[in-house]
């Protein structure tokens, strides 16, 4: 009797498991896994990935070029994390003090840029930007300028377009933990004697770290990897992996290279969530 | 709890605990200050370019960006362009089906993790979670070079399954999210009533749980929809989605059409966005 029912509960498992565990492993980590197998394939006559097996396109990465390239788009990333998170800290903490009420509409307008077309967004904030866009035009009709600001094709742009798409990305997160924080912890700190800097510096942080790190894995990951970003923003001036990448996969036609700096982008994004693991284990053992 | 009453910010308590200490006072206005002035300028970073790009959309000029008048001649070209209509209806045909794929899948899944104890359950946990920590660039060249090394011919098929390889994750934390707060209770006065195994799925807990799986299936049209990056490259010839479309088009230069589609498809897709929260919340236990 139990033996059959052990035995229908295992069958039902296996038929509620089997669609989505059939897809996650071949349309999700086998295609992962064949980015490594052809990261160490060399080309054949027609550019297709072909044997013999070779270290090359590990050593084209290790070019000062590509060097210089990871170190950009790692800092870049690095850098829009850190701006995201001095943004959005204040913006969360504003909103978990609200009324319901508010606090409800205020989390709507962040879910709205949240979800909805990246591509479209960050085109919009590219036309905003534009040599002939409405920021010049303005500046123009004031007078404040005498010819139009050059403010798109430079690292900045590409930064200012990172801190856009990304921000919901941190809010949101940080948001959630504040909203969960207990308030009289602070009044405790302040009775002690501690002055707001502070309760902000060994109460907030602390306590808040959970979400500080969910929004950086959140908004880190995106960056490093981004691309629409960087080719609007950029104008074709400036390079990061991501676009590195899909010209390796277009134009240059060179997929096992493109698949190298594939695997070097995860190993990349898989040391920090490890770090995000991590730190976030060590938080929750110090509580 | 505190959070609800007029103050806003920490030291605001303190404001209400000491209103004596007039020091104390000076020291925290600013401090509200701050915090109201950096959330406003925030939300205005944040949806300017987005409103500015909606207005622009209705200008009566060719180039630039100076006001020309009100029109909506750009809307009206719009639906005269055969090209993005095509584009427009694959984009719906592709999120339909991947849709119905991922609530299927993504259901499924959500019920088997969260109501049934088995050996490799961190595994699917992780895996589950790849979508988050994969870049959409590498998952994107990833299916590309699977499609090519397994023969499949790239266009509807391709961007379906991959459609529905990104977005059941989300359906799936939706479901599984409501599968957590379910009161089994409910379940268990069914079957002392008679009712069998599939009975009570049917009738108890699908019901139940359909907020969860509407409100995850047009987070996953949305997200079908506004794909690009990995529609991009597992895409093959004649099934250009709008995002590709606009892409394209963006690339030959900025129109003031590109704007018109734009901001409907900004419009279509924080319709979507709203509509599913207000169900989350509407039907919160």
């Known amino acids: 009797m139990l033996q059959t029912i052990r035995e229908r509960k295992g ?62 788009s790692v800092g870049l ?115 002690l004697g501690a002055d707001a800097l502070r309760t902000l510096a060994r109460v907030m942080l602390p306590l808040t770290a959970p979400g500080i790190l969910a929004g950086s894995i959140l908004v880190f990951v995106p960056s490093v990897g981004s691309y629409i970003t960087v080719e609007l923003m950029g104008g074709g001036k400036i390079n990061m992996i991501g676009r590195v990448i899909a010209q390796q996969f277009g134009q240059s036609s060179n997929w096992p290279f493109g698949s190298a700096i594939s695997l070097l982008l995860m190993i990349v994004v898989t040391v920090a969530a490890l770090i995000y693991f991590r730190v976030g284990r060590g938080e929750r053992a110090a509580l | 709890m505190s959070s609800d009453t007029s103050t806003i910010v920490v030291m605001g308590e303190r404001e209400e605990i000491f209103p004596q200490e007039p020091a104390e006072r000076q020291r925290i206005r600013p401090g509200r200050l701050a915090l109201v002035t950096i959330t406003l300028l925030t939300f205005a970073f944040l949806y300017a370019p987005i409103i500015i790009l909606v207005v622009f959309s209705f200008n009566d000029a060719r180039t630039g960006a100076v006001w ?44 088997a993790m969260e109501r049934y104890r088995f050996r490799s359950k961190t595994f699917w946990d992780g895996l589950l979670y790849m979508p988050v920590i994969v870049p959409e660039i590498v998952a994107g060249v990833s299916l590309l070079l699977f499609f090519a090394t397994a023969g499949v011919e790239r266009g509807f098929l391709t961007l379906a399954v991959s459609h529905i390889a990104f977005s059941m994750p989300f359906v799936y934390l939706t479901v599984r999210a409501r599968l957590a707060d379910f009161d089994l209770s409910i379940e268990e006065a069914a079957k002392d009533l008679g009712a069998d195994e599939w009975v009570t799925f049917r009738r108890i807990t699908l019901p139940l749980l359909m907020p969860g799986i509407v409100s995850g299936a047009l987070l996953a049209f949305t997200l079908s929809v506004d794909d690009f990056i990995i529609s991009f490259f597992v895409t093959g010839k004649g099934w250009d989605t709008l995002p590709i479309y606009i892409w394209s088009a963006l690339k030959r230069g900025v129109t003031p059409e590109v704007n018109a589609v734009s901001a409907m498809l900004l419009v279509f897709s924080a319709t979507l966005v709203v509509a599913s929260l207000i169900l989350q919340r509407r039907h919160s236990y």
């Open chain 1, 11 to 72: 069958l039902q498992l296996l038929g509620l498991m089997l669609p989505g565990g059939f897809w996650l492993i071949l349309f999700f980590a086998l295609p992962l896994t064949l980015i490594f197998a052809i990261s160490f394939m060399s080309r054949d006559d027609l550019s297709r990935p072909a044997l013999p097996l070779t270290l090359a396109n590990y050593q084209q990465t290790f070019d000062p070029l590509y060097i210089n390239l990871f170190l950009f």
């Open chain 1, 77 to 191: 990333s690095l850098l829009t994390t850190l701006i995201t998170l001095v943004i959005a800290f204040p913006v969360a903490l504003f909103m978990a003090r609200l009324p319901k009420r508010w606090r409800n509409i205020m989390t709507l307008l962040v879910m709205i840029p949240f979800w909805t077309n990246f591509l479209v967004r960050t085109y919009a904030l590219q036309f905003l930007m534009r040599a002939n866009g409405p920021i010049n035009t303005l500046l123009l009709s004031l007078g404040l300028t005498d010819e139009p600001l050059q403010m798109l094709s430079t690292p900045f742009a590409v930064l200012i377009g990172l801190v856009y798409g990304e921000l919901p990305f941190m809010i949101l997160p940080l948001y959630t933990s504040l909203e969960k924080f207990d308030w009289s912890m602070i009044e405790a700190a302040q009775d």
């Open chain 2, 68 to 111: 020309q008048g009100f029109t909506l001649d750009w809307y009206a070209r719009l639906f005269r362009n055969e090209r993005l209509l095509d584009a427009a209806l694959r984009s719906l045909i592709v999120a339909v089906v991947s849709t119905a794929g991922s609530v299927v899948i993504g259901t499924l899944t959500a019920l």
